[in-house]
Nanobody, 124 residues
Framework: VQLQASGGGLVQPGGSLRLSCAASGFTLDYYDFGWFRQVPGKKREGVSFSGKHGTKYYADPVKGRFTISRDNAKNTVYLQMNNLEPGDTAVYFC???????????????????WGKGTLVTVSS
């Protein structure tokens, strides 16, 4: 199982970015996915979750601004981030797990496989 996150960068407040997480070595259909973020010195935060049965979850700070989606044909999961705020600045990680413990559990405790992070900086 390998995950490769990309799409981070520098964006002004109010701007948009789309993060991609390319998966290899397994089929997307049977796995839950999550996006997490972490600011140095702070606890990792669960941002969004996409369950293999179609469930979705968004953390309160990103509701209405972020959208998680998956393209099974491309074996890729996306995180569309709109109306970005300086508080969204962090390293973003994608993660996956074949075992389903529900969005709340995974957002709190993490997932089995992790990709390397991609840095998102929101600044004017």
């Amino acid at each position: 199982v390998q995950l490769q996150a990309s799409g981070g960068g520098l964006v002004q407040p109010g701007g948009s970015l789309r993060l991609s997480c390319a998966a290899s070595g397994f089929t997307l259909d049977y796995y839950d996915f999550g996006w997490f973020r972490q600011v140095p010195g702070k606890k990792r935060e669960g941002v969004s979750f996409s369950g293999k049965h179609g469930t979705k979850y968004y953390a309160d700070p990103v509701k209405g601004r972020f959208t998680i989606s998956r393209d099974n044909a491309k074996n890729t999961v996306y995180l569309q981030m709109n109306n970005l705020e300086p508080g969204d600045t962090a390293v973003y990680f994608c993660a996956t797990d074949a075992k389903s413990y529900g969005s709340a559990w995974h957002m709190e405790h993490g997932m089995e496989y992790w990709g390397k992070g991609t840095l998102v900086t929101v600044s004017s």
